[in-house]
Each structure stands twice: as C-alpha cells, then as structure tokens.
Nanobody, 131 residues
Framework: QVQVVESGGGLVQPGGSLRLSCTVSGLNFDDYAMGWFRQSPGKEREGVSCLGWSGTSTYYVDSVKGRYTISRDNAKNTVYLQMNSLETEETAMYYC????????????????????????WGQGTQVTVSS
C-alpha cells in the first residue's frame, strides 16, 4: 500500500521561506518521477513542480520559477520543495504524489504533471502566507 506523508508547512510572512518534505513508502521510490501539487479553498488542485527519478531533470509552473526548488533523496524515499519569496496567493494545502512514467515536464511550453492512477493523496501540509 502506497503511503505519502507531507510535512514542513506552516505560517510564514510574505517574502518568507519554507521547505516541504514528502516521504513515500510502499513503492520503489526511485522508479518514479515525483510531483508537488497545491490546492486552495474553492480551487482545483494544481501541479507546482516535478522531477524525474534521478532528480536531474526538474520542472516548474511559471508562477514559481526562480523561487522554488524541487529535489529528492532516493536513499530516504523523500522529495523536497524549497519555497522562497512566498506570496499570499500561495496559501494552500500542499501535496506530493508519484507520477506517470512520462507524466512530468513541459508540453507546448506549459508545465504538466500527471499523478499515477493509483495515487492516494496524503493529508498534505498547510502553507499559510500572511502578515
């Protein structure tokens, strides 16, 4: 059974930073690309960033480029999201998920990330950006 546990969220002022972590069990972690998603109240879940199984290839939605950094430690079955210069609009619940084999990248210049069919979303970690 695949389990995903996100952590690291919290309350931060605009312009502040947070580092999120996501630990996965129940699958061969280094066989999967991984992605971070977020969902604000009343909005659909959106992909934010993803990276390939080795961590060499990383991808970001336009709104976070230059401010977020995704990384992974396959020895710890963990993926990270370093978020800098946070904005109030980025207040959301943040989730991670394993992705389809070709479910991470840019298509026609636009970011995309597609979770695996068997994804079971974790509880997420709340990020609140407020003064």
């Amino acid at each position: 059974q695949v389990q995903v546990v996100e952590s690291g969220g919290g309350l931060v002022q605009p312009g502040g930073s947070l580092r999120l972590s996501c630990t996965v069990s129940g699958l061969n972690f280094d066989d999967y690309a991984m992605g971070w998603f977020r969902q604000s109240p009343g909005k659909e879940r959106e992909g934010v960033s993803c990276l390939g199984w080795s961590g060499t290839s990383t991808y970001y939605v336009d709104s976070v480029k230059g401010r977020y950094t995704i990384s992974r430690d396959n020895a710890k079955n963990t993926v990270y999201l370093q978020m800098n210069s946070l904005e109030t609009e980025e207040t959301a619940m943040y989730y991670c998920a394993p992705l389809l084999p070709i479910g991470c990248g840019y298509r026609n210049g636009h970011y995309y990330s597609t979770p695996v069919d068997f994804v079971k979303w974790g509880q997420g970690t709340q990020v609140t950006v407020s003064s």
